[in-house]
C-alpha cells in the first residue's frame, strides 16, 4: 500500500527529495527568448489568440479613408443633401464594416502552418518551409505632441467651415466623430497592451505584394507564443 501511495506522488509530480517548504519556493520561469525551445521540452500545442491586428488591414483602411474624405471634400459641396447624405451614410458603413473584419482578426498554429485569419480581408496560410524568420520590435505609439497637433488641426478646419459657411464639409466631417468613438470602445474592450510588432518574413513573395514581411501587432505575451509555436514546427520540419 504504501509503495503504491509512493508512486501515484512520483506520477503527479511529487519529489521526495524536496521538503514541501522548498517545494513551494520554486518558481515557473519563463525563456527570455521564447523561440528558443529547450531540448527535450514537450509538444508546443496548437496556439490560437485573437489579441492581434495586422499593420496591412490598418494600412489599407487608412488608404480608404483618405482617399474617400478628399473625394467627399472635394465634390461633396456641389451635391445636393439628398445625395450627399446617403453617400455619407454609405461611406461610414463601409468604414465600419472594414473596421469589423479587422476586429476578427485572430492567428493560429498548428502543424499546417500559421494561419492569418482577417489579413486583407481573407485568410492567408503560411507554410513553415516558406518562412526566413520571425522578429519582433517594440512598437512606436504615437506621440502626445503628434495627437495634439492633429486635434488642433480638426478644430482648425471646423471652424474655418463655420465662419465660411461650408455646412456641408461639416456634415461630411461630423459623422467621424461618434463612429471614432464607438471604433475606440470596441477596440478598447476587445484589444489589449497592442504594444509589440511582429514580423514574419516569408521566402516567397508574390509579384502584387510590396513586401515579403507579414506584420502583427499584438501585446508581449502572445507575441512571444507566436515565436516558440513557429520555432518548434520549423524544427520539426
Known sequence: MTLLIENIRKMMGWCPNVTP?????????DFVNPSQIPSGGSNVEKFESKNVLFFANTSVFTFCLIISLNLVLR????LDYAVLI?????M????YFLEVKMFQASISIDENGVHLESFKLRDVLLNYNDIK???T?????PSIALIAMALIIIVALL??????GEWKVIISIAPALPWYLLIKQRHDREKHNLDIQLYIESRKKKWYELSPYYSVITDQMTASGIQAAIGHYRGVK
Do not use: C, D, E, W
Open 21 to 29: 517548504a522548498k517545494y513551494n519556493t520554486i518558481q515557473h520561469v
Open 75 to 78: 465634390f461633396g459641396r456641389n
Open 86 to 90: 446617403p453617400i455619407l451614410m454609405l
Open 92 to 95: 461610414y458603413s463601409l468604414f
Open 133 to 135: 524568420s520571425v522578429k
Open 137 to 141: 520590435f517594440k512598437l512606436n505609439k
Open 159 to 164: 471652424a474655418y467651415s463655420v465662419i465660411s
